[in-house]
């Protein structure tokens, strides 16, 4: 079995010198991550956004799957009609008189 030597080869050398070069040139190594991260942004920004990968039978077997599922439940919808026309008509009823407590009208 191959065991590493750090410190008598060169790839122990090399790594051994690593953080050394990274901590003096970290500016670098900052605009080098940053740089990486924009063109993966950059990359799945085109794949996905730019060239999807979807024909037309797909898209329309996707539409079709979708519609499929949507059912229209009317009596739900009578009901939540219903409320909306009796909170619109409490709305625009007129508020019962109030005693007033304080005494403000005179």
């Known amino acids: 079995m191959f065991k590493w030597k750090i410190g008598k080869s060169k790839a122990g050398e090399f790594f051994m010198a690593l953080p050394g070069f990274i901590g003096r040139n970290m500016r670098y190594a900052v605009l080098g991550l940053f740089f990486i991260i ?3 942004c ?8 730019q060239n999807p990968d979807w024909s037309d039978a797909r ?4 539409a ?3 519609n499929k599922d949507i059912s229209f439940n009317q009596k739900k919808f009578e009901r939540a009609v219903e409320e909306k026309n009796r909170r619109e008509r409490a709305y625009e009823s007129d508020l019962p008189e109030i005693e007033d407590i ?3 009208k005179k």
């Open 59 to 62: 898209k329309a077997s996707y």
């Open 102 to 104: 304080f005494r403000l």
């Open 38 to 40: 924009f063109l993966g």
């Open 42 to 49: 950059l990359y799945v920004w085109h794949a996905y956004v």
């Open 64 to 66: 079709d799957s979708k």
